[in-house]
């Protein structure tokens, strides 16, 4: 007769046997049990996960636990027997908000390309929970780390609990914590944020514990109203190695894309740097500075930087023949720079029509290959977004050009010819 007090670990020894390893840690180990006399109370952290649980493993719990008492009364419930008494007070040590008191929202300079992203964030400040998660993407250096730590910064005077996080950071406190036995430590940290900032989403691709590490966290804090803000390089349906569960709940909430800054902004993005610097530049240089730099204020801000560290070690004002000398060899590589106007002049050459016609709305196969393969090599030889590759084919949405970049990528494995198309469109871009 087995002792009524370990018929749930049996059960789960049991239950080994037949499902995967996988499916015992995703599903039946985050399980929480109260036993009491007949009764059996199982407790799911969130709603999700119940709904998954009855779903798909409760008829096999039910049958396992009736092999070992016929009599006994089972239920589903969400949260814990605990009622969540264990939710951490403070921020343990080794865990910091990771927040950078520089960035802040006075220091973020606003124009048409992070307008939206910026609005965005507001509305997660007025209201927390709006906008679930809030997910920002775009190309690197184009303020969206800024913004995360706008984010915190503001809540964090609000005696929020945030933090702030690259996603590489986060692998390595799991791995760590893994290795010291400290992983229900890490679960009860995370999971009672209020609020949790994520950078630079892509580097989950492949890594499957970490996925599934924050896809329970996500649910978690979602469950319980908390704020997830998230940042990556690309849309969420459009990172490689990230497991379609998790893209799915990225599309959940608000998802918003930052472009490269028009000129004016960069232009007010110099400026302002600059000053901070205690090196103001005139106009003149801000407009030169700007109209050579143009794919991200990371690249924007080096080479001010550069200009004004030169001037510092030669003694002499910053005018506009000093900041040409200093980045002659910048213009030099800005001249063979690739253009979505480039690729679309060169694909329609190449396959004999008109420009017009790969941007019109003509459906036949003329014209919609070399419009597909005009997208598909505007985002592997650009650094421009979905969302402005979209644009520059007469206002399309950037799914459009999700569409036919994945399209492109199949036929090139399927058909030999296409693929030695698109080298040789691309050689003409690298050579002309």
């Not at 020894?13 to 599903?27: A, G, I, P, Q």
């Not at 921020?91 to 992070?114: A, C, Q, R, Y």
């Not at 459009?238 to 959940?252: C, P, Q, T």
């Not at 002499?316 to 253009?339: G, H, P, V």
Request: net charge positive; with cysteine; hydrophobic share 35%.
């Amino acid at each position: 007769m087995i002792n009524k007090n370990n018929i749930w670990l049996k059960c789960l020894e049991e239950l080994s046997d037949t499902l995967s390893e996988k499916e015992m840690r995703m599903w039946i180990k985050p399980l929480s049990v109260e036993q009491e006399d007949n009764e059996i109370k199982l407790y799911a952290p969130n709603k999700f996960m119940k709904e998954e649980v009855e779903k798909n493993f409760l008829d096999k719990i039910l049958s396992t636990l009736s092999r070992f008492n016929t009599n006994m009364l089972v239920s589903l419930n969400i949260g814990s027997h605990t009622q969540h008494k264990e939710i951490v007070k403070e921020i343990p040590s080794g865990f910091k908000t990771n927040l950078s008191k520089e960035m802040t929202f006075d220091t973020f300079v606003e124009g048409k390309s992070n307008q939206l992203a910026k609005a965005a964030c507001l509305s997660v400040i007025n209201e927390p929970g709006i906008f679930n998660p809030l997910y920002i993407y775009g190309g690197v250096g184009l303020g969206k780390t800024h913004l995360l730590h706008s984010i915190g910064n503001q809540l964090s005077k609000e005696n929020k609990k945030v933090v702030y996080l690259h996603s590489e950071k986060f692998v390595q406190n799991m791995v760590t914590a893994l290795r010291n036995n400290q992983i229900e430590e890490f679960k009860k940290f995370y999971r009672n944020l209020d609020v949790l900032l994520l950078d630079d989403m892509q580097f989950f691709a492949g890594k499957e514990r970490s996925q599934e590490e924050f896809f329970h966290t996500f649910n978690a804090l979602f469950e319980n109203k908390k704020q997830v803000v998230l940042t990556c390089d690309r849309y969420p349906k459009e990172v490689n190695g990230l497991e379609d569960r998790i893209k799915s709940r990225l599309v959940w909430g608000m998802n918003v894309s930052i472009d490269p800054p028009d000129l004016e902004t960069r232009v007010a993005i110099l400026q302002a740097k600059a000053e901070q610097l205690d090196s103001p530049i005139t106009s003149e240089v801000a407009f030169f500075l700007a109209k050579n730099i143009n794919s991200n204020v990371r690249e924007l801000e080096g080479n001010l930087r550069r200009v004004i560290a030169t001037s510092r070690f030669k003694k002499c004002s910053i005018s506009l023949e000093f900041a040409k000398e200093c980045l002659a060899d910048l213009l030099s590589l800005n001249q063979r720079m690739i253009t979505i106007e480039q690729i679309q002049k060169v694909t329609a050459a190449y396959y004999k029509t008109r420009v017009a016609d790969i941007l019109s709305s003509k459906r036949d196969k003329k014209n919609t290959l070399p419009r597909h393969v005009a997208m598909s090599l505007c985002k592997e030889l650009t650094n421009n977004s979905l969302p402005t590759i979209g644009d520059g084919f007469g206002g399309r949405d950037h799914t459009t050009v999700l569409h036919a970049n994945k399209k492109i990528q199949k036929l090139k494995k399927e058909d030999a010819q296409l693929a030695q198309d698109m080298n040789n469109i691309t050689h003409i871009l690298n050579n002309g």
